[in-house]
């Protein structure tokens, strides 16, 4: 995965949510994220960079159990892409409608990330 794909991914993710100063961005060590182009990028943001710790799978636990969902979830229900374009749509309608609106999440006390978001909101001062 090279750098410019995480860049893209989060130029997307600042623009379409405009986080406050100090968003936590975690990821794993891999060198894409660890570039100085992606630190600038976080830093420039106003956001902190998070990082796995070297060998401890459980810093990405949450992570890697939603890449589960989705090849368990998607890919067992759909079998195998036709093109590349056909798995950019499915993964975007799969993360961006079903994972994110409606599927509940242990983690959140059932709720979809979008509910949780929505009833954090709501919390805040």
């Known amino acids: ?35 100085h182009a992606c630190r600038q990028r976080i830093h420039e943001a106003g956001a902190v960079a998070s ?13 890697e159990a939603g890449w589960s969902s989705l090849k368990t979830e998607l890919l067992l229900h759909i079998g195998s892409f036709v093109s ?8 975007a309608y799969y993360l961006d409608t079903y994972f994110n609106l409606d599927r509940r999440h242990s983690a959140l006390g059932y709720r979809s990330p979008h509910q949780f978001e929505t009833d954090l909101a709501h919390h805040l001062p």
């Open 1 to 35: 995965m090279p750098t410019e794909l995480v860049l893209a991914a989060l130029e997307q993710a600042l623009t379409l949510r405009q986080p406050a100063p100090g968003l936590i961005i975690h990821a794993d060590r891999g060198s894409q994220y660890t570039s």
């Open 51 to 63: 990082y796995a710790r070297p060998g401890n799978p459980y810093d990405n636990a949450q992570a």
């Open 84 to 91: 590349l374009e056909e798995a950019r749509l499915e993964v």
